[in-house]
């Protein structure tokens, strides 16, 4: 049985704009798999400027949810949008259940940052959402990458993120750091590591350059920042050697979701990456030892 695999497309390439996926989402609130959700309203104007998305209802436990909508990556202007339009219609009525939502085709770093710093007190939900297509036929799909609830407190307030928490909680995703880190410092020298409980972050010059972020089934996304103006560079170079990767063009950043196997089957690839990592003032090993 021949099975067909799908394409990933982007929402605005594909000729649709905020306007007409929020309508969607109104039409069809289920989509966002939330729950039986009512839709309220729509553009509902702020006391302190701003419209909001969408507001949607939990019929049954009587609860809100404010949507924000984002085409492309999450970027600094809608994470706070999305929090300050909760924390208005929160105000308005401080006796339901509010949860802050935020679509957008990509779910970053930022994002979820930012969700695990304001667990304690902003109850947000990150969801992707994507245009797929499978032949000639296109859908939208949607996919709740991180919910501040769904990960109690109590789990996690006072766990210490080291390379212990690591290798018992993800270890296929730690290997995958610690292949890119030993390639870094042939390069570089010592590379400080940083464990955080969703990524690792690998600092070339004192700044963070790499990171790895944790996926299931010994996967990792390997998310790495280019040069200063190498970043078509790079794309050009990517896209010749047919490897897959996608791009944050606000963030000049390139990202690999990958397995260890296929770091190891790229390292050619990823060690001409690195090479571009450093500042001017940052001498790579390599050259010092070629000299």
Known sequence: MEVPTTKLLSILGCGFDEYWLRDQIYEDPSMLRLGDLQPVSKERTQSQGGRLDLLLKDPEEDSMFEVELQLGPTDETH?????EY????KRKCPKRSHKAVLVAEEINNRFFNVVHLLRPVVPIIGIQANMVQVGETRALHFTKVIDSHEEPEAETSQQPYDENYWIKNHPGSLECAKWY???????YGEVPAKYFEWYISLCVGGVARVWINRRKNNRATITVKAGEDSLQQTVDHLNAIGISFTTHLS??????NVDLQQLKDNAETHTWLASTLSPDNVKMRASQQSA
């Open 79 to 83: 994470i706070i949008r999305t929090i």
């Open 86 to 89: 909760w924390a208005n219609e």
């Open 181 to 187: 880190r030993a390639l870094l410092e042939k390069l």
């Open 251 to 256: 963030e000049r950043t390139v990202n690999f």
